[in-house]
């Protein structure tokens, strides 16, 4: 039982490339996350979705983009990569039901230049 | 909307030392969730504990104990005789009933135990 997958855990961006992170669950969770965490600002959340098909926005969604085709999968698009976007990013999945603990992937470390 | 402050940044003890963490939280709702959040130097999450707002009964689980004071709307964490392994950040985080598990985290605590 692999948990939270995200792919790459690492990855460097130029300015104004796009980039999508690839997050994947096998839990059969209906709920998903998608945090950033700067350091010392803890973690905002991006967007979320509630099943397959469904998303909306989070704290700060600007610059991202979603999309949920699947229970499974929940890729993070950048667009036109800023250096403001340079963070770690979390993946994270819940079963949907108040009040379940999150569970996390180990994060994909983003820096744009 | 929920907010959820951790007020210290950094706390370094020595290992056997007790230390303990401060979270305060805003919510305008009357049913909310509390967890507090492990992330140790290799930068994964891990989930510690979750405490539902009617339930203000304090709890010690092995090193680990937790004050939930709705009066002062704090959830503090306490570890007992810290040990090295205890290093990490810790991040308090709040739900609200209804809110989709949406976590809204603090700042987190960098908790730092000497040998």
């Known amino acids: 039982n692999a948990g939270v997958t995200q792919t790459p855990k690492f990855r460097i961006l130029k300015i104004g490339q796009s980039m999508t992170l690839q997050c994947a669950q096998d839990?059969?969770?209906?709920?998903m996350y998608w945090y950033r965490q700067d350091p010392g600002m803890g973690l905002k959340l991006i967007y979320y979705s509630v099943g397959a098909g469904i998303t909306d926005k989070g704290e700060v969604p600007n610059g991202y983009n979603v999309s949920r085709s699947t229970t499974e999968d929940f890729p993070l698009r950048l667009e036109l990569a800023a250096p403001s976007q340079t963070s770690v990013y979390f993946c994270?999945?819940?079963?949907?039901?108040?009040?379940?603990?999150?569970?996390f992937g180990n994060g994909t470390r983003l820096t744009v230049t | 909307a929920q907010k959820v402050t951790q007020a210290q940044t950094e706390i370094s003890v020595v290992e056997k030392e007790d230390v303990t963490l401060d979270c305060v939280y805003e919510t305008r709702d009357t049913t909310y969730y509390l967890f507090w959040y492990k992330q140790p130097p290799s930068g994964e999450l891990v989930f510690l504990i979750r405490r539902n707002s009617f339930d203000e009964q304090n709890e010690i689980s092995g090193r680990y104990s937790w004050n939930f004071q709705k009066s002062t709307s704090s959830f503090n964490f306490t570890i007992t005789a810290s040990q090295v392994v205890d290093s990490a950040v810790y991040f308090c985080a709040l739900s609200e009933a209804g809110g989709n598990n949406r976590l809204a985290f603090g700042k987190g605590n960098q908790v730092v135990v000497i040998p």
């Open positions: 839990m059969n969770h209906n709920y």
């Open positions: 994270a999945s819940s079963p949907g039901q108040d009040p379940s603990p999150l569970h």
